[in-house]
């Protein structure tokens, strides 16, 4: 590659994200499918946590997208229905990579939801059908004992995944690679689109 270049291929942004997501896999001790996830209240409070990546790709819904999976009375929960809209990031250290994803966000069907979360492990299922995310915890032990009281409910099999339990799709309208470069001198290509039947166009940015 000349040095002058860019080394963020003009692509099909889900393409190119296939291929650094396909590198990260390779080179990130843990997790390489864990994102950051901005939401933000209605009057523009925002609020970040991390979450995993659970589906993503050209096929996803209308425009192709990024799935997570949460409990939807969750503070974010709480967040993404009042306002649905979010984005995602990605920070790949071992590869020196940022990606930035943005766009609205819709419910996965219920089927989507079940079939992902009887996928998980068992105790999985339990840990998060006991779990009141977010909401304050007297004692550690009060979670145990739900963990405990399900664990009895139901000692084989799945469990009944919960109402609330359910995953979001976001569907870009943009999509930002940044690549570190020697000096600092670093590379930025964004993609946006006007929604997700259009075509994508891109840019380099200043880093
Ligand atoms: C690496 C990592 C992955 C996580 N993955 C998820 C996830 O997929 N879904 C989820 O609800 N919480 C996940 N969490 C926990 C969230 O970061 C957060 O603590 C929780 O969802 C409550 O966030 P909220 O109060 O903003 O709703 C993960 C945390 C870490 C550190």
Redesign the pocket.
């Known amino acids: 590659m000349n040095e002058t270049e860019s080394a963020i291929p003009v692509t099909d942004p889900f393409t190119l994200f296939e291929a650094w997501f396909a590198e990260a896999k390779e080179a990130e001790p843990?997790?390489p499918n864990?994102m950051a996830?901005a939401?933000a209240t209605p009057e523009g409070r925002p609020?970040?946590?991390?979450?995993?990546?659970?589906g993503h790709g050209s096929h996803w819904g209308d425009g192709g997208g990024f799935v997570?999976?949460?409990?939807a009375e969750?503070?974010?929960?709480?967040?993404i229905r009042a306002n649905m809209q979010a984005s995602l990031l990605f920070h790949w250290k071992s590869l020196r990579r940022q990606i930035r994803i943005e766009g609205p966000l819709t419910e996965v069907s219920s089927e989507q939801a079940d079939s992902y979360f009887h996928s998980r492990p068992r105790v999985s299922q339990i840990g998060?059908a006991a779990s009141d995310?977010?909401r304050p915890l007297p004692d550690r032990q009060v979670y145990l004992d739900r963990v405990a009281a399900l664990e009895e409910r139901y000692p084989e099999g799945d469990i009944p995944r919960p109402q609330h339990w359910t995953g979001f799709l976001l569907t870009p309208t943009a999509i930002e690679f940044w690549s570190d470069r020697e000096f600092r001198l670093h590379d930025r290509r964004r993609f946006t689109r006007e929604g997700p039947g259009e075509a994508w166009t891109n840019t380099l940015l200043y880093p």
């Open positions: 843990n997790d864990a996830l939401t609020s970040v946590r991390m979450v995993l990546l659970k997570f999976y949460t409990n969750s503070r974010k929960g709480e967040e998060s995310q977010s």
